[in-house]
């Protein structure tokens, strides 16, 4: 069964450092998102990429946060100068995006600590 | 604007109890989805069910059922003789028709299972 993968699973950066979390949806999926968790909360929307533009962000998205799908498969997401409170499980999802199909398949997550 | 309400922080229960985790929601959309994802220890998020606005009728899957309500905003997860492996995080979730269709979730509910 095709699944959402992500890659590392785990990344530990020192606070302004870069960092890119990867992600590759399923292959015929259009829409695409990354969710963030802190860790005991609950699952927060960041942003939302269809047709090669985000259609919609969070206020949590700022000017440090960017999103690209470089190669067609995989879909990235860019913290530029990473802070301690970016420290979160990172959820990739893809979505078919045909009348009807509704649900968010999610990625396993990678967890980023910010020291 | 959508909103998402689990208001049982926390559930633990005996091995073959049935229990029911609440979900209330908020929305002006008229069109608009329903989901339970489930979260184990493991941290990845496993979908398990979604229910469409237009279609009230109640589900069952095994031990699961769903109870969705429009008259009172609810949509409500009933595990009935519940097992360890049932032990995780769930989490209710809301998407509008309109717009990137993001998906809201609750804080989520901590249901432990005792042998």
């Known amino acids: 069964e095709p699944e959402v993968t992500q890659t590392p699973s785990h990344q530990v950066t020192q606070m302004g450092q870069e960092v890119i979390l990867r992600c590759v949806p399923i292959?015929?999926?259009?829409?695409f998102y990354w969710y963030r968790q802190i860790l005991g909360q609950k699952v927060e929307f960041l942003v939302s990429?269809?047709?090669?533009?985000?259609?919609?962000k969070s206020e949590i998205f700022d000017d440090q946060f960017s999103v690209e799908r470089p190669d067609g498969s995989n879909f990235t997401l860019k913290i530029r100068s990473t802070k301690l409170e970016d420290s979160a499980m990172y959820f990739c999802?893809?979505?078919?995006?045909?009348?009807?199909?509704?649900?968010?398949?999610f990625g396993p997550g990678t967890r980023l600590l910010v020291l | 604007a959508q909103k998402v309400t689990q208001a049982q922080t926390e559930i633990s229960v005996v091995e073959k109890e049935d229990v029911t985790l609440d979900c209330v929601y908020e929305?002006?959309?008229?069109?608009?989805?329903l989901f339970w994802y489930k979260q184990p220890p493991s941290g990845e998020l496993v979908f398990l069910i979604r229910r469409n606005s237009f279609d009230e009728q109640n589900e069952i899957s095994g031990r699961y059922s769903w109870n969705f309500q429009k008259s009172t905003s609810s949509f409500n997860f009933t595990i009935t003789a519940s097992q360890v492996v049932d032990s995780a995080v769930y989490f209710c979730?809301?998407?509008?028709?309109?717009?990137?269709?993001?998906?809201?979730f609750g804080q989520g509910t901590r249901l432990t299972i005792n042998p």
């Open positions: 929305t002006r959309d008229t069109t608009y989805y």
């Open positions: 990429f269809y047709n090669n533009e985000i259609s919609e």
């Open positions: 979730a809301l998407s509008e028709e309109q717009g990137a269709q993001k998906l809201v």
């Open positions: 292959s015929n999926h259009l829409y």
């Open positions: 999802a893809s979505r078919l995006g045909t009348s009807g199909a509704r649900t968010q398949y």
